[in-house]
């Protein structure tokens, strides 16, 4: 068995172990009104909520520092270190169960790098041209998937089963701290 093959069990069964929050501020994801679990590890942008010094604070996510996701940020890096080494992000998207709708991603810059883990058929990435046209499916089931989700509008097919995908993005450093 491949190194990255056993890390992304680990992580698989790291992250069959939580409890997934509610993703309730990625309002361009929802699909047919249901809130999906997510969370994001590494920098973040702070929008202002309740901080009234600087709105666009560039800072660690809640979650980075909390002890129950130490483990699967660390595996989570080495995940990207074995696949990648030299892709740059700042964050890491982790959803459960999200069939996202048609959306671009808008505040990440450049390329993402995704994977899907987990029990489950179908769900594949639905990535347009930036025209919003001519669709391409991708199956990221234990794959690698590369494409600048800031620039083209992408969404999940339909799929059964439990499904965990990352998503490895960089947030944008440009005029924030």
């Known amino acids: 068995m491949s190194e990255e093959r056993k890390v992304r069990q680990e992580l698989l069964d790291e992250l069959n172990s939580i409890d997934f929050p509610l993703a309730r501020s990625r309002k361009n994801i929802i ?15 702070n929008w202002g909520h309740g901080l009234l010094k600087d709105s666009r604070r560039f800072r660690p996510s809640n979650k980075t520092s909390m002890p129950k996701y130490e483990k699967i ?12 080494p030299n892709f740059k992000y700042t964050s890491i998207q982790f959803n459960k169960d999200n069939r996202t709708a048609k959306h671009v991603d808008a505040h990440n810059v450049g390329v993402s790098e995704m994977i899907g883990l987990g029990d489950y058929s179908g769900g594949d990435v639905r990535v347009f041209d930036e025209f919003g046209k ?5 199956n990221v ?37």
Do not use: I
């Not at 620039?151 to 339909?158: D, I, V």
């Open 31 to 45: 699909r047919g009104g249901v809130v999906r679990q997510g969370f994001v590890l590494g920098r973040v942008f």
């Open 73 to 84: 940020n660390e595996l989570a890096k080495k995940l990207m270190k074995l696949h990648n």
């Open 134 to 138: 001519n669709p391409k499916d991708y």
């Open 141 to 177: 089931k234990n794959k690698w998937l590369r494409f600048d989700g800031s620039l083209y509008p992408h969404e999940t097919t339909p799929f059964t089963g439990t499904r965990y995908t990352l998503v490895y993005y960089d947030a944008g450093r440009k005029g924030f701290k």
